[in-house]
């Protein structure tokens, strides 16, 4: 959630965006991030195809974020040099990132969350220093993420399908329940070894 504010001492007249929808699956050997692409500002819908999910590093890496824009931009390029410095390693680029979110005066400011996959591991990146690999291979940010993660758990649990499908209903579910998602889905996928 992004805050925009007028010169109003008070901040009377802000006007906030909201929304996104993030959702990683790790299932059945491989690995789908999604995002869905409406962007809200106040109580209007201003875009509906933003980009919220993609691939850095040479795509071995996929990042999906939630937030302000410019500050999710920001943190993704500064992962994508943490990856090139540890040829890599995303449990160090990521540690390393979330080290200098939670220390630098500038980055603190950000207002993101992170999803950040590879074959092998799955993390959530907070400005809190925050970093966080699911028990389940199931990881959600944003304003439907609960109900996105909620679902995917249950269709893995439930039903015989693979990661994509899980992902597509999932998505589709929290659509039909969070106001700041839509149904224009941004999705990526790799193979997972794990």
């Not at 390029?77 to 390393?96: D, H, I, M, P, Q």
């Not at 940010?141 to 995917?152: D, E, H, P, Y």
């Amino acid at each position: 959630m992004t805050t925009i504010a007028s010169d109003h001492p008070r901040g009377t007249d802000q006007k906030t965006f909201y929304g996104t929808t993030i959702l990683a699956v790790r299932h059945k050997d491989e690995v789908v991030v999604a995002g869905d692409g409406q962007v809200t500002l106040g109580d209007h819908v201003v875009k509906h195809r933003a980009k919220k999910v993609r691939r850095i590093y040479n795509d071995r890496i996929i990042v999906g974020f939630a937030g302000a824009t410019a500050d999710s931009l920001n943190l993704s390029e500064r992962l994508e040099t943490k990856l090139e410095r540890y040829n890599g390693n995303l449990t160090r680029s990521a540690v390393e990132l979330a080290r200098d979110w939670r220390t630098d005066k500038y980055l603190r400011r950000l207002e993101a969350l992170m999803i950040a996959v590879d074959e092998e591991r799955m993390f959530l990146i907070s400005g809190n220093g925050d970093i966080i690999e699911p028990d389940e291979g199931v990881v959600a940010i944003g304003s439907g993420g609960v109900a996105a993660q909620a679902a995917a758990m249950a269709l893995i649990e439930n039903a015989d399908l693979n990661a994509e499908k899980i992902v597509a209903e999932a998505m589709r579910i929290a659509g039909l329940i969070c106001i700041y998602t839509n149904d224009t889905i941004t999705m990526e996928k790799m193979p997972s070894k794990t």
